[in-house]
């Protein structure tokens, strides 16, 4: 699945990249994911083998309204190759294909307890000193972490917290 959500990933994003619409199909990708996790019937008759090609692309011209060509075009082609249920990883790794781009970065600290938001910032931008891009960054509470931070840098994790530590140590003494 991942190999076919990555070619069809690649060639909707090329297509996007050289109509200029690259935030727009970006949108309406997420809103159809959406629509597709909020609607068991929608994705029912989406995924269903039952569905001709020519049913589903009815269907898709019915429900979606005002998308752009290229979106549809690539919804229409998607529906002919039977590759509809990939869509979810299409929009994955679009969106990877589209941080690339624009050199987006996305950044999650989290916490034991709630950071100042001075404190987040200067983590970010120390990140983004170091890699040269723009950094997303969020950040979140977890208690169970108990104390330190964990960075999620991208795919990366970078986990310097107490409870991370604690789980180490009972590693090397239960080894001992």
């Known amino acids: 699945m991942e190999r076919i959500a990555e070619v069809y990933a690649r060639a ?3 297509a996007a990249a050289g109509r200029g ?5 970006r949108e309406q990708l997420a809103q159809l994911a959406q629509a597709l996790t909020d609607s068991r019937d929608l994705a029912i ?3 269903s083998p039952y569905f001709s090609t020519e049913e589903k692309k009815a269907g898709l011209h ?4 005002g998308a752009d060509e290229t979106f549809m075009s690539f ?3 998607l529906s002919e190759r039977h ?6 990883a299409i929009r994955t790794r679009y969106e990877e294909l589209y941080d690339e781009e624009r050199k987006l970065l996305p950044v999650e600290v989290t916490s034991a307890t709630e950071l100042d938001r001075e404190t ?4 970010g931008e120390r990140i983004g000193a170091q890699t040269g891009r723009r950094v997303q960054l969020s950040s979140r509470v977890d208690p169970s972490i ?9 795919n990366r994790v970078l986990d310097a917290s107490i409870a991370n530590q604690l789980n180490q140590l009972r590693k090397q003494v239960a080894r001992a």
Do not use: M, N
Request: proline share 3%; no cysteine; aromatic share 10%.
């Open 12 to 14: 909707l994003f090329e």
């Open 21 to 25: 619409v690259l935030d727009a199909v």
């Open 45 to 47: 008759f989406l995924f």
């Open 62 to 65: 019915r429900a979606i309204e």
């Open 75 to 77: 919804l229409e082609t």
């Open 83 to 88: 590759r509809t249920p990939a869509i979810f």
């Open 120 to 123: 987040v910032e200067s983590i």
């Open 146 to 154: 108990v104390g330190g931070i964990v960075l999620r840098v991208g």
